[in-house]
């Protein structure tokens, strides 16, 4: 099995975002990994909440948004001006502080995608 030489470089940049360890660029312009490009799924976003590994304070969930990196960025800035509250992105899905589905699912519905609330 052969393994694929990288550079060494920098993996995250204050000015870029995260870069790819394999060829030094921006995960938004990165080509070199399909695993940096938009996921496909079944078609469907997924608005839930959780709060295991938070210590009890909630958070909603949005999976499966079919875009890349730096689209998705810009979609959970946009949630979370609308929700007017913080998050993140993590592993392809949007993390928002507190509940905020109903909100949420409106917002995405409106954009254009299939939405389902999932869990309780």
């Known amino acids: ?60 969930v949005v999976t499966g948004v079919p875009l890349g990196p730096a689209e998705l960025a810009t979609l959970a800035s946009d949630l979370k001006k609308r929700c007017s509250s913080g998050g993140t992105v993590r592993d392809r899905t949007i993390e928002i502080q507190g509940d905020h589905r109903d909100v949420l699912v409106q917002e995405l519905e409106q954009r254009g995608w299939r939405v389902k609330r999932a869990g309780g």
């Not at 990288?6 to 695993?35: D, H, I, N, W, Y």
Request: glycine share 16%; hydrophobic share 25%.
């Open 1 to 60: 099995m052969r393994h694929r030489q990288t550079s060494g470089g920098p993996v995250f940049s204050s000015q870029l975002g995260r870069m790819c360890p394999a060829c030094g660029k921006p995960l938004s312009e990165c080509a070199c990994r399909p695993s940096h490009q938009a996921a496909t799924g079944d078609g469907i976003v997924r608005v839930g909440r959780q709060t295991k590994g938070r210590k009890g304070k909630g958070v909603t």
